[in-house]
């Protein structure tokens, strides 16, 4: 599975952005796709996580009520809808794939990973 992220750019506090995360080669039918952020001198942190159906979704608390994942199987492709963006969501965005649904908020279970996509928010 090869996984091209885009979408990432510059934005102001409050500001929206929609990554996407495009995935080619091989589908896993009962796998989830996941974004994670990691900052400067941070660890990898989960963001957000979708099951191949769509059929369950999961989210930081960080960024409850104000990011939206969703995928359309017909265009390989999985998004990340971010709004009222606040300058702590500053990060390099990563999108990957974890074949155990069960563990897609450990970034050190996914198999597959994208190259990654700057978001910066300016206050």
């Known amino acids: 599975v090869q996984l091209q992220a885009s979408g990432g750019g510059l934005v102001q506090a409050g500001g929206s952005l929609r990554l996407s995360c495009a995935a080619s080669?091989?589908?896993?039918?009962?796998?989830?796709t996941g974004w994670f952020r990691q900052a400067p001198g941070k660890d990898r942190e989960f963001v957000s996580a979708i099951t191949w159906t769509g059929g369950s979704t999961s989210y930081a608390d960080s960024v409850k009520g104000r990011f939206t994942i969703s995928r359309d199987n017909a265009k390989n492709a999985v998004y990340l809808q971010m709004s009222s963006l606040r300058p702590e969501d500053t990060a390099v965005y990563y999108c990957g794939v974890v074949l155990s649904v069960y563990r897609w908020r450990d970034a050190s279970k996914y198999e597959f990973w994208g190259q990654g996509t700057q978001v910066t928010v300016s206050s």
């Open positions: 080669g091989r589908t896993f039918s009962r796998s989830a």
